[in-house]
């Protein structure tokens, strides 16, 4: 079993939808869990983290947290053709910080 | 600097030859991170440095890699005997944990390595 586990997609969602990215890991003892955009041929970019269960919002963001099912989420409201782009889940593993990332969910979003 | 500096952008390499690649992390920040990103393809784990801790090499493919960071500060990962399959983007992220909780990490825009 992979650490990080994500679904690569793509997912194809048309403009203005709600877009579901999804993430499941199996270290129980992780505590720190982020969602980074990648662009193709650029580096990783910060858009969300969260460090307790429920919901975060940020923007058109919204992050959700279940650890109890090792469960990751991230929603992008109101889909634009600008979010298409990989999206990398990444989570610390366990009482260390290492950060260990998923292989991506690619995104596109239809005009 | 304002955010995490990666040198050279760009390096082709003959097989065989040696290679050093530098990161200079955001400063004040404790952690910093290597990764390996071949074309198309997620993040791979190489290296983790924690303030004095002793680094987290689990994940260097074998013995031809090796990494320090001097001073707490810049970190220089270095390939020996490059091969082919060395070729990859090279990723440079630093963080600031806190109290054991990672905080969150920022990537350089990383060295493109290419062997021939």
Request: aromatic share 10%; charged share 20%.
């Amino acid at each position: 079993q992979k650490e990080v586990e994500q679904n690569s997609g793509p997912l194809s969602v048309p403009e203005g939808a709600i877009a579901s990215l999804n993430c499941t890991y199996s270290d129980r003892g992780s505590q720190s869990f982020f969602w980074y955009r990648q662009y193709s041929g650029k580096s990783p970019e910060l858009i969300m983290s969260i460090y307790s269960n429920g919901d975060k919002e940020d923007g058109r963001f919204t992050a959700q947290l279940n650890k109890a099912s090792q469960y990751v989420s991230l929603l992008i409201r109101d889909s634009q053709p600008s979010d298409s782009a990989t999206y990398l889940c990444a989570v610390t593993a366990g009482a260390t910080n290492k950060l260990i990332f998923g292989t991506g969910t690619l995104l596109a979003v239809q005009p | 600097g304002a955010g995490v500096s990666q040198s050279p952008s760009n390096k082709v390499t003959e097989k065989g030859k040696d290679v050093e690649l530098r990161c200079d992390p955001i400063s004040g920040h404790t952690a910093l991170y290597w990764y390996r990103q071949s074309l198309g393809q997620g993040l791979e784990f190489l290296i983790y440095f924690q303030g004095n801790s002793a680094p987290d090499k689990s994940g260097l493919p074998s013995d031809r890699f090796s990494a320090e960071r001097t001073g707490g500060s810049v970190s220089t990962l270095t390939i020996q005997r490059t091969q082919q399959e060395d070729s990859a983007v090279y990723l440079c992220a630093s963080s600031l944990p806190l109290r054991g909780v990672g905080t969150e990490a920022f990537f350089g825009q990383g060295t493109r390595l290419t062997v021939v």
